[in-house]
């Protein structure tokens, strides 16, 4: 099956700052989304990024499927981005279940 | 549009006890997908569930798990005789699948504790 690798695991910014996360994956995707989950938990849903580009606020992703790898763009990063930024693929194994694969993370922290 | 519910959000169960999580998916979705976070680590597949069927379940434990996503009511995750290395968050995910592939919504999970 697909394996998902993210970089990097660890990740210490002042705020203000700008950072880029790193997703690679080892076969073709038809399901690529990226998550934050937040310090109580939580599992935000980001982007639903097979292929292309998309923004939201501060965020963008961008997934390049013939390279096979996404990378989330964080501008401007604030305190309240602190927490574990999630990749997970789907490659669409013939007769899958479109089960998500999750990488193990990128531990972002933003300091005051 | 109320989001995908899970409940209850703690649970404490003393080893040898039966836990048992619901989830409810977003309004119109008829897919919904089971995965375990251990602690430190990222989220794993466990079973994929449409109405009444398992389609696949090659992620749960061979042993005291199940889970069922009856006609009716919430779908159900089913842990007997708990043990230590259950400790976990569960988390639920629904998608619409009307296209091939669609984005999954997930829920705020469940931290299970056994004692």
């Known amino acids: 099956g697909i394996q998902v690798e993210q970089s990097p695991p660890d990740l210490i910014l002042q705020e203000g700052a700008n950072s880029t996360l790193r997703c690679n994956f080892s076969?073709?995707?038809?399901?690529l989304q990226w998550f934050h989950q937040n310090p109580w938990g939580q599992l935000i849903n980001l982007f639903y990024?097979?292929?292309g580009t998309k923004q939201n606020g501060r965020l963008s992703a961008t997934t390049v499927a013939t390279e096979r790898y996404s990378l989330l763009y964080i501008s401007s990063s604030q305190t309240t981005d602190s927490g574990v930024y999630f990749c997970?693929?789907?490659?669409?194994?013939?007769?899958?279940?479109?089960?998500?694969?999750f990488g193990k993370g990128t531990k972002l922290t933003v300091n005051p | 549009n109320a989001g995908v519910m899970q409940n209850p959000r703690h649970l404490v169960r003393r080893r040898g006890q039966e836990a048992r999580l619901r989830c409810s998916p977003m309004?119109?979705?008829?897919?919904v997908y089971w995965y375990r976070q251990l602690p430190e680590e990222g989220l794993k597949f466990m079973v994929y569930?449409?109405?009444?069927?398992?389609?696949?379940e090659s992620g749960m434990p061979k042993e005291r798990f199940s889970a069922e996503f009856p006609k009716e009511g919430p779908s159900i995750l089913r842990i007997q005789q708990v043990v230590r290395g259950d400790s976990a968050a569960y988390f639920c995910?629904?998608?619409?699948?009307?296209?091939?592939?669609?984005?999954?919504?997930f829920g705020p999970g469940t931290r299970l504790t056994v004692l």
């Open positions: 995910a629904s998608s619409p699948r009307i296209r091939y592939s669609d984005t999954q919504y």
């Open positions: 076969d073709s995707v038809n399901n």
């Open positions: 990024i097979p292929s």
């Open positions: 997970a693929a789907w490659g669409g194994e013939q007769g899958g279940s479109e089960k998500l694969v």
């Open positions: 309004k119109g979705h008829s897919h």
């Open positions: 569930l449409q109405k009444e069927n398992i389609i696949d």
